[in-house]
C-alpha cells in the first residue's frame, strides 16, 4: 500500500492534460493493485459514462459493454457511489446479461468497481478486472483502489477548475473587448452628431433593441463604418 501512495504522490497533476493524468494513474493502479489485471477509468459527464483511460483492451471492453446496456458494476458504481465487488462472473446475479457477456468476450471474471468521489458526490468510478475469481477478495485491493479513485478525483477537479479559469479570463477577454468598441462607437457618436456620451450610449441602446442585435455588434458596425479601406 505504501508504493502505492508513494506513485501516486509523485503524479504532476498540473499543466497537462487531464487525459495524459488519467492515463498515468491508471497505468498505476494496474501494477500496484493486488489481483488487477486490466483497470480503466470511467467519468459520468451529464449522466452519460464514457472510458477516459485504460490500461489493457479487457476493461475497455468490459466497460463498453456496460454503456452498452446502461447498466453493470462501474457504471452503478459511478452514479451511486458505491463500491462494487463481484467474486465469480459465473455464480453473479445482479447484471445477469453483463456478466453472461462479458466471460465470453473479454474472459474477465472478477471485477472491483471503486467510485470517485467529487464534491459529496462520485464523477465515475475506477474500474479493476480480472481473469482470475476472487481477485480483489484481498482488503488490500480495496485499500489501494481508494487511494488510487481518490487521485483520479483530484486530479478531475484539478482540470475542471483549471478549465474553470480558462472560461473566466476568456469572458473577461470578450467583455473589455465589447466595452472597448462601445466606448469608440460612443466617440464616434459624440463626434458626428454632437451629443454626450450618455446621449450617445442611449442612440446605441435604441439602436440595438430596434433592430434586435446586441449592442456590441451595433457598435462594432458604427466603428467600422468610420474606418478608410486601404
Known sequence: MDDVLREL???SLGGRELGDVLGEITAIAARAIPGA???ST???RGDKPFTAAFSSEMALAADELQYEQGYGPCVDAGRGGVVLRIDDMHTEQR???YVARVVRETNARSSL???LPYQGSSIGALNVYSSEPAAFASPDSLAAGLAVAETIAVAVANADAHAQLADQARNMRIAMESRA???QA???LMAERHV???QAFEILRQASQRYNRKLRDIAAGIVAGTQTPR
Open 186 to 188: 460612443k466617440g464616434v
Open 37 to 39: 489485471e486490466s483497470v
Open 95 to 97: 447484471w445477469p446479461d
Open 181 to 183: 468598441v462601445i466606448e
Open 42 to 44: 470511467t467519468l459520468i
Open 9 to 11: 504522490t509523485r503524479v
Open 113 to 115: 468497481s471503486v467510485p
Open 196 to 198: 454626450d456620451a450618455e
